[in-house]
Antibody, heavy 119, light 108 residues
Framework: QVQLVQSGAEVKKPGASVKVSCKAS????????MHWVRQAPGQGLEWMGW????????EYAQNFQGWVTMTRDTPISTAFMELSRLRSDDTAVYYC????????????WGQGTRVTVSS | EIVLTQSPGTLSLSPGERATLSCRAS???????LGWYQQKPGQAPRLLIY???SRATGIPDRFSGSGSGTDFTLTISRLEPEDFAVYYC?????????FGQGTKVEIK
């Protein structure tokens, strides 16, 4: 069965970086896009961007351009999302989510990784 | 950017009742690239509906989606206890992908 398993919770200081991993299993990793979505405490969902695990190409939402980087390691079927220059309002749960095509809904989601930014 | 506005913000209903959730887009969504997700506290969202009206794998037929262009609806025909949650619509036909702010379906 399809599973996306994310890395554990992180606590970071303002100005630091965080790298969240998302390990895929149960399907061909390179055959599906991987999106990243975040959710601040008590708030809605915010799309951050996607990576194409086959080509390594990525598209980032304008709000995140310049400070998010999405990468992948295909031999271990894992996608990564790195956010730099963290601020307190980056405190959120970060989700990876699979998309069958570039323009598609997100059919499977990781369990989420809580990132807390605090001095 | 396409802005999605969901209404109502909160829906208070009893088990067995019908729930009708609305999602209105600021501009037409191409090819009905509109999805609906359910999220329960402490859990990741779950895909219910894609393509405005197609149920995702394993989703009960009490969930149905309809609409096109700028107006979309999620209907839950008879609420089960496990259906009380927050529901989000999402458009994925243009970048950035955007979500509505959510509708909370709570027990009356």
């Amino acid at each position: 069965q399809v599973q996306l398993v994310q890395s554990g919770a992180e606590v970071k200081k303002p100005g630091a970086s965080v790298k969240v991993s998302c390990k895929a299993s149960g399907y061909t990793f390179t055959g599906y896009y991987m999106h990243w979505v975040r959710q601040a405490p008590g708030q809605g969902l915010e799309w951050m961007g996607w990576i194409n695990p086959n080509s390594g190409g990525a598209e980032y939402a304008q709000n995140f351009q310049g400070w998010v980087t999405m990468t992948r390691d295909t031999p271990i079927s894992t996608a990564f999302m790195e956010l730099s220059r963290l601020r307190s309002d980056d405190t959120a749960v970060y989700y990876c989510a699979r998309g069958p095509r570039e323009w598609s809904s997100f059919d499977y989601w990781g369990q989420g990784t809580r990132v807390t930014v605090s001095s | 950017e396409i802005v999605l506005t969901q209404s109502p913000g909160t829906l208070s209903l009893s088990p067995g009742e019908r729930a009708t959730l609305s999602c209105r887009a600021s501009q037409s969504i191409s090819s009905s690239y509109l999805g609906w997700y359910q999220q329960k506290p402490g859990q990741a969202p779950r895909l219910l509906i894609y393509g405005a009206s197609s149920r995702a794998t394993g989703i009960p037929d009490r969930f149905s989606g309809s609409g096109s262009g700028t107006d979309f609806t999620l209907t839950i025909s008879r609420l089960e206890p496990e259906d009380f949650a927050v529901y989000y619509c999402q458009q994925y036909g243009s970048s950035p992908r955007t979500f509505g702010q959510g509708t909370k379906v709570e027990i009356k």
